[in-house]
């Protein structure tokens, strides 16, 4: 399997894959944001057959464009559905479903207007690691390294605004444009995983590793960092799965995050007996008591 150049362009996208979708999606999961992704992978769709659309105008390949044009959707749309949740205009779970909607009606028109057809979009929703190329092996480390850098740099600042919007703005945080930075990061994770699981299962990778971590851990850095493990296990394992196997990559990476969830979940009282257990034990063994109460005497 690492001797096979497709599969090896395939692992490492899997790998980096696996490392940032958790790291946004632990900031969508404090924030309640969960099915962000999703809407940000039906806008990403329009932008996929806008590609397509400008591309067949130019005279290119007929997805030579389709990933930036993802990105240029995404991150549109994610800043578009930031402002108009800072607004107040629209609730949260109404503004999704337009995004819902808008991005899978956009899709399929633009992509008959480009000479196309809805099974042309078919790669985009359910993934095509197979399809990998090294334009987008290169695209992908550097969008990653975007990524990893704004949430794993700002984390501090960045989990401050997700915890309590209020307090980050007394602190003196620059609360609009972190929620940007939240928005744009998880626009740019739904293109980077487009390729190994596809639109309609991104926001599975990039919460469930998040979910999973939670059952435990205790504090918000711990939680991401084993939600990457997670992440970057699940979709090197599931990608493994397939090359013996022909089965979709994205569906087995999603069904083996779930697996994962599962057994922490399973998990999870015993850990939680053994924490109470080691927090009850004497941090001084080797002294008697170390406080001893004189009762009566007048003390």
Known sequence: ??????????????????????????????????????????????????????????????????????????????????????????????????????????????????????????????????????????????????????????????????QDEEFARAAGLPVRALNLAIAVVAALTVTVAMRVVGLLLVSALMIVPVAAAQQVTASFRRTMTVAMTVGAVVCVGGLAITYWNDVSPGATIVVLAIAVYAAFALARPAMRRLRGAVEREDPHPAVDDDVQLALGGGR
Do not use: K
Request: aromatic fraction near 6%; charged fraction near 10%; proline fraction near 2%.
């Open 1 to 162: 399997m690492l001797g096979d150049p497709l599969m090896q362009r395939a692992l490492v996208a899997a790998l980096l894959v696996g490392l940032a979708a958790p790291v946004i999606g632990t900031y969508l999961v404090q924030r309640r944001l969960s099915l962000l992704g999703d809407g940000i992978g039906h806008v990403a769709l329009t932008g996929v057959a806008l590609g397509w659309l400008v591309g067949s105008f130019a005279g290119l390949a007929p997805d030579a464009l389709a990933i930036p044009g993802a990105v240029v959707a995404a991150v549109a749309g994610a800043v578009v559905i930031e402002l108009v949740r800072e607004r107040g205009r629209t609730s949260g779970d109404v503004a999704l479903a337009l995004l819902f909607y808008g991005g899978i009606a956009g899709g399929v028109l633009l992509i008959s207007q480009a000479g196309g057809t809805s099974a042309n979009l078919m790669g985009y929703l359910f993934g095509s690691i197979s399809t990998v190329t090294w334009a987008d092996l290169w695209l992908t480390v550097a969008l990653t390294a975007v990524v990893l850098v704004v949430g794993v740099g700002l984390r501090t600042a960045l989990f401050a605004v997700s």
